[in-house]
């Protein structure tokens, strides 16, 4: 009798819908400005692990991360990963994106500092002097720090 209750069961597992398995591809990256990094890479200077999943970009199940820029006064990160500068951790949450890095509590939900500087893009001021590819100025996200 016991073996009739837990075969159903089994059976349910298995059909996860596609979005909440962890196992199915994911079409990395699903936002423009994201790119893939696979599990144990660091993520380049300003920007932050927004999803996992399997792709073809790394070999092995639930390997690849999607990273994306630091942007916005509210983002919501997977867990298990540095918070950016000029942000704080607002809450841990549970997201079906995250679902490679944990089952529970696989997110953080971070908020830009009061008084931190708004991110521009580099391409917001085109022909700006000082700003863009080469000038020494960085990626226009943040302001370089300067020893005066």
């Known amino acids: 009798m016991i073996l009739l209750l837990a075969a159903p069961a089994m059976g349910q597992q298995q059909n996860l819908p596609e979005s909440q398995n962890p196992n199915t591809e994911m079409p990395f990256p699903s936002k423009l400005n994201a790119t893939i990094i696979c599990a144990g890479d660091v993520p380049p200077e300003d920007m932050v692990i927004t999803a996992s999943g399997t792709s073809v970009t790394c070999a092995g199940a639930c390997r690849s991360r999607q990273v994306e820029p630091v942007d916005g006064p509210v983002m919501v990160i997977c ?70």
């Open 79 to 148: 867990a298990g990963q540095p918070i950016p500068r000029f942000y704080e951790t607002q809450s841990v949450t549970t997201v079906p994106a995250c679902n490679c890095v944990a089952d529970q509590d696989n997110a953080y939900v971070i908020r830009r500092g009061l008084g931190a500087p708004t991110p521009t893009p580099a391409n917001e001021f085109p022909g700006a002097s000082g700003s863009g590819p080469g000038s020494g100025q960085g990626s226009g996200a943040f302001p370089q720090r300067t020893n005066h």
